[in-house]
Nanobody, 115 residues
Framework: QVQLVESGGGLVQPGGSLRLSCAAS????????MGWYRQAPGKQRELVVG???????NYGDSVKGRFTISRDNAKNTVYLQMNSLKPEDTAVYYC?????????WGQGTQVTVSS
């Protein structure tokens, strides 16, 4: 069983920045595919960005050029740097870990972009 704990959400003005963190338990973090998803009210959960164990990334079109994912395997942590935030980025952001057929979710962290 893998536990994921997100942190770093909050309220930010349009154009501002936030950095989310997701700390994972387990000894094989380096092998996980890690992803950040988000879900806005009344909408389906969508993939924001994913990063493979080898460091390859896949960004959603709406965040390309503004968001950056990174991972620190020594700290069992994945980060999401979010710049130039827009009101439409408002959502609950979830961390996801996958390895073989197993998938795990964090509890989510709220990001609100508003003036």
């Amino acid at each position: 069983q893998v536990q994921l704990v997100e942190s770093g959400g909050g309220l930010v003005q349009p154009g501002g920045s936030l950095r989310l963190s997701c700390a994972a338990s387990g000894s094989i973090f380096r092998l996980y595919f890690m992803g950040w998803y988000r879900q806005a009210p009344g909408k389906q959960r969508e993939l924001v960005v994913g990063i493979t164990s080898g460091g390859n990334t896949n960004y959603g079109d709406s965040v390309k050029g503004r968001f950056t994912i990174s991972r620190d395997n020594a700290k069992n942590t994945v980060y999401l740097q979010m710049n130039s935030l827009k009101p439409e980025d408002t959502a609950v952001y979830y961390c996801n870990a996958r390895y073989n057929t197993d998938a795990y979710w964090g509890q989510g962290t709220q990001v609100t972009v508003s003036s």
